[in-house]
C-alpha cells in the first residue's frame, strides 16, 4: 500500500541520527521555551531561522516543528505547578491543573497532560499522514480564483477566531499584506516602497520583520510590567495514575483529541483556540462538571489532548496547500521559502523526503517529549527561577546576531530595531501584532492570484464567485464575518476570552 | 482583552492607520495603476492603501463614540526603548568594527541596564558569558563570517604610518591590506 511504502521512506528519514538530534533539540528548546514565559514559539522560531540556513530543509523544519509542539508540553507544567501558563494555550490547564496541584495531585495532572499530548499527537499524525495527499490533490485542482479566496478565508478566519478587536486585527492584516509589497514587483520589475535603497530590492526581511516585532516589541512590553517571580513550587511525587483517573479521562482525551485536530486544520486555528473550546465542550458534556474549577482532571487532559492535536493540525494546510493557518505556520513557511522550496500542494510528490520524514518525526518528537519531561520536571521546574533580567539580554544578542546573519548585512540589524519600535508602538495602541505576520507572508501570494485571476478571466471580477469552489470559500469568509460581528456571538466570543 | 475601546488610545491607534494609509498610498503615487485585466504594480497597493484609511478612521471614530476607558496610554519606559532600540543600532554600527566578542559585550551591558533590577557584577558576568558562548556557538560552531575582535581594535587601524611601508603611503591613510568596513 502506497501509504506504507511512504511511511517507511518517513522513518527512514526521520530516524536518522541527524535529524533525531535535530528532533531532540526543537523538542528540548520547545520545551523550555514553553515553561519560560515572556519567551514563546514564534519568538523562538524567529531566532532560529537563521541557523537553518546551513541546514538541510528537513532537519529544519523537524526542529522548528518540535519547538512548537513541545512549547504545548512545557506550557502545561508550568500551568500546574504554579499557575503562570507559559503559552497562551496552556492558560485552561491552570484551571484545574493548579487546583489539582494545590490538592496534592500535581503528579497526576502532569501525567495527564503528557499522556493526553501523546494520544492525541499520535492520532494527529496518523490524520496528517492519511489526509494530507489526497487534499494536496484536491489543491492541484487549484486555480488562481480558488486561492485567492481561500488566503481571503485563511485571513478572516483568523480575523474571527482571534481575540480582541475585529476591526484592529483586520488593520494588522492590512498592513502585513501592504509590508509584504515592499520591493521589486515581480510581474512588472518596478521597485514598490524601495526608496532607492538596493537593500530592499528584494522585500522586507522577513526575520528582521518578526524578530523586531516579536522578539524586541514583546521584550519591550514585558519590561512595562518587569516584577521578579517568587516561584515556590510544589514538591511534585507520584506520577502514576490512579485506575479510576484513567477512567475518567478517555473520554476528555478523545473528545479533545477530535476537537482539536478540527480546529486545528481550520485557517485561523492552532494550538490555543483548540484547548479553549475543549474545555468549554467537556465542561457541557462531563458528568463530573461540577468539579470543574475545582481541580477535575477532565479539566487537564481534554484542553492538553486538543492543545497538541491542534499544534499538529495545523500543519495541514501549511504542508499542503502552502497557506498558514497561524503566525507559527507562517514563519514555517518562511523558512521553507529559505531553503529554496516553494510551499503548496506539489511538496507532497516533490519533496515526499521531507513531507513523511516531517509527519514521522513529529511522532518520533511526541514519544521524546512523553519520556523526557516526566522525569525531568525538577530540571524544568528550576529553569524558571531564572529571572528574566538575565534572560532577555540574551534574547537580543540572538535577535542581533540572528538577523544580521541572513544576508551578512548589518542593514537587516538597523531594519530589526525599527520594527522593534513598530511592534511596541503597536502593542501601545492596543494593536495585537500577530495577524501582521500573517498578512505579510501573504501578501505577496495574495496579489499573485489575484493578477492571474483577472488576467485568465479577462478583467471580468465575477470570476471568483462563478467559479464554484471559489465562492463556497468565499462565502464561508463573509458567514464566519457575520457571525463573529452578530451581538449574540460578540458576547459569548468575549466571555470565552475573559477567562 | 476587551472589546471596549478606550477613547483617546484608539483615536490616536486610528489616526496612526490613516496616516500609515496614506503614507502608502504617496509613496505608491507613481506606480503605474495599469487595468483590471493587466494590473500594475500600483493596483493592489492602492486598494490596500485606501483599506487602511477606511480602517482607521473607522477605528478613531469608534473610539471617539466609546466609552472613556483609561485616561490614556500608560507612561512609556522610555529607558528601556532608548537602551534597548539603541543597542541594537550600536550593534548594527559597530559590529564590522569591533568584531562579535566586544560588541556583545558592550549590547548586552547595555540591554541589561534597561532592566530595573539588574545589577552591575551580574550584568558583566552575563556579558561576557554571552559572548563568549555566542563566539563559540557562532562563529566556530556555525561558521558566520564574522571577527572575533574587528580591525577598530588592531593598532594597525588607526596608526598605519607605524605598520606600513614609508614613501608611498599618505600620513594618516588606511594601507590598502586594512579590510574596511
Given at each position: 500500500m502506497e501509504l506504507l511504502d511512504n511511511l517507511m521512506l518517513g522513518f527512514g528519514t526521520a530516524l536518522s541520527p541527524f535529524n533525531l538530534l535535530y528532533c531532540f533539540i526543537g523538542v528540548l528548546l520547545g520545551?523550555?521555551?514553553?515553561?519560560?514565559?515572556?519567551?514563546?514559539?514564534?519568538?523562538?522560531?524567529?531566532?532560529?531561522?537563521?541557523?537553518t540556513f546551513g541546514l538541510p530543509p528537513v532537519s529544519s523544519l523537524i526542529m522548528l516543528a518540535g519547538i512548537y509542539y513541545g512549547a504545548q508540553y512545557g506550557g502545561s507544567t508550568t500551568a500546574i505547578l504554579i499557575n503562570l501558563p507559559g503559552e497562551s494555550s496552556s492558560v485552561v490547564t491552570a484551571i484545574d491543573g493548579y487546583q489539582m496541584a494545590k490538592q496534592g495531585r500535581a503528579g497526576p495532572a502532569l501525567a495527564t497532560a503528557a499522556l493526553g499530548s501523546f494520544f492525541a499527537g499520535t492520532v494527529a499524525t496518523i490524520l496528517l499522514a492519511v489526509a494530507a495527499p489526497p487534499l494536496a490533490d484536491v489543491a492541484l485542482e487549484f486555480g488562481p480564483a480558488e486561492y485567492f479566496s481561500l488566503m481571503v478565508l485563511g485571513l478572516v478566519a483568523s480575523v474571527a477566531l482571534a481575540s480582541g478587536s475585529l476591526l484592529k486585527a483586520f488593520t494588522m492584516i492590512v498592513l502585513g499584506l501592504l509590508l509584504g509589497l515592499v520591493g521589486t514587483d515581480v510581474e512588472s520589475g518596478t521597485p514598490r516602497f524601495t526608496f532607492d535603497l538596493p537593500e530592499l530590492a528584494d522585500g522586507l526581511n522577513f526575520v528582521a520583520l518578526s524578530m523586531g516585532v516579536f522578539g524586541l516589541g514583546e521584550i519591550l512590553r514585558n519590561l512595562e510590567h518587569e516584577h521578579t517571580r517568587s516561584v515556590m513550587v510544589r514538591h511534585v511525587s507520584g506520577l502514576m495514575l490512579s485506575k479510576e483517573d484513567f477512567k475518567r479521562i478517555i473520554g476528555p482525551v478523545l473528545r479533545g483529541t477530535a476537537l482539536g485536530s478540527v480546529l486545528g486544520i481550520l485557517p485561523g486555528?492552532?494550538?490555543?483556540?483548540?484547548?479553549?473550546?475543549?474545555?468549554?465542550?467537556?465542561?457541557?458534556?462531563?458528568?463530573?462538571?461540577?468539579?470543574?474549577?475545582?481541580?477535575?482532571?477532565?479539566?487537564?487532559?481534554?484542553?492538553?489532548?486538543?492543545?497538541?492535536?491542534?499544534?499538529?493540525?495545523?500543519?495541514?494546510?501549511?504542508?499542503?496547500l502552502g497557506i498558514p493557518s497561524n503566525p507559527v505556520m507562517a514563519l514555517m513557511i518562511g523558512a521553507l521559502i529559505i531553503q529554496g522550496i516553494t510551499p503548496g500542494p506539489n511538496v507532497v510528490t516533490d519533496e515526499p523526503a521531507l513531507f513523511w520524514g516531517m509527519i514521522v518525526s513529529m511522532w518520533v518528537g511526541n514519544l521524546m517529549l512523553v519520556l523526557l519531561n516526566l522525569p525531568l520536571i525538577g530540571l524544568w521546574v528550576r529553569m524558571l527561577t531564572i529571572p528574566y533580567h538575565l534572560l532577555f539580554p540574551a534574547i537580543i544578542a540572538f535577535c542581533c546576531i540572528g538577523a544580521y546573519s541572513v544576508n551578512n548585512n548589518v542593514f537587516d540589524v538597523y531594519m530589526m530595531a525599527m520594527f522593534g519600535v513598530v511592534g511596541y508602538a503597536l502593542i501601545k495602541l492596543d494593536f495585537e501584532p500577530a495577524p501582521l505576520l500573517l498578512g505579510f507572508v501573504l501578501g505577496p501570494m495574495l496579489e499573485e492570484n489575484l493578477r492571474r485571476a483577472m488576467l485568465i478571466s479577462r478583467g471580468n471580477a465575477m470570476v471568483f464567485v462563478t467559479h464554484p469552489l471559489s465562492l463556497a470559500l468565499l462565502l464561508i469568509s463573509l458567514a464566519l464575518l457575520v457571525i463573529v460581528v452578530l451581538p449574540g456571538i460578540r458576547a459569548k466570543r468575549e466571555e470565552a476570552f475573559s477567562e | 482583552m476587551a472589546v471596549v475601546m478606550e477613547k483617546p488610545r484608539d483615536v490616536v491607534g486610528g489616526v496612526v492607520v490613516m496616516a500609515i494609509g496614506v503614507g502608502f498610498l504617496l509613496f505608491g503615487q507613481e506606480l503605474p495603476m495599469g487595468s483590471s485585466v493587466r494590473m500594475g504594480p500600483g493596483y493592489f497597493p492602492t486598494i490596500l492603501s485606501v483599506l487602511m484609511i477606511v480602517l482607521g478612521l473607522l477605528i478613531a471614530v469608534l473610539g471617539l463614540r466609546g466609552p472613556t476607558g483609561e485616561s490614556g496610554p500608560s507612561a512609556l519606559p522610555w529607558r528601556g526603548l532608548i537602551l534597548i532600540i539603541g543597542a541594537t543600532l550600536l550593534f548594527g554600527l559597530t559590529l564590522r568594527g569591533l568584531g562579535l566578542g566586544p560588541v556583545l559585550v558592550l549590547t548586552v551591558l547595555a540591554t541589561a541596564w534597561a532592566s530595573r533590577y539588574a545589577k552591575l557584577r551580574s550584568s558583566v558576568l552575563l556579558s561576557v558569558g554571552l559572548a563568549v558562548f555566542c563566539s563559540v556557538l557562532f562563529i566556530r560552531l556555525l561558521g558566520l563570517p564574522l571577527p572575533l575582535v574587528g580591525p577598530w581594535l588592531s593598532a594597525g587601524y588607526w596608526i598605519p604610518a607605524a605598520t606600513a611601508p614609508a614613501s608611498e603611503e599618505a600620513p594618516g591613510s588606511v594601507p590598502p591590506n586594512t579590510p574596511r568596513q
Open positions: 520545551t523550555a521555551v514553553g515553561v519560560l514565559p515572556g519567551l514563546g514559539p514564534v519568538a523562538t522560531i524567529a531566532m532560529l531561522l537563521p541557523i486555528g492552532g494550538a490555543m483556540l483548540a484547548s479553549f473550546a475543549a474545555y468549554t465542550m467537556e465542561k457541557k458534556l462531563s458528568p463530573n462538571r461540577a468539579q470543574f474549577g475545582k481541580g477535575a482532571i477532565e479539566g487537564v487532559a481534554a484542553p492538553e489532548s486538543a492543545n497538541n492535536a491542534g499544534a499538529q493540525t495545523s500543519f495541514i494546510p501549511m504542508l499542503t | -
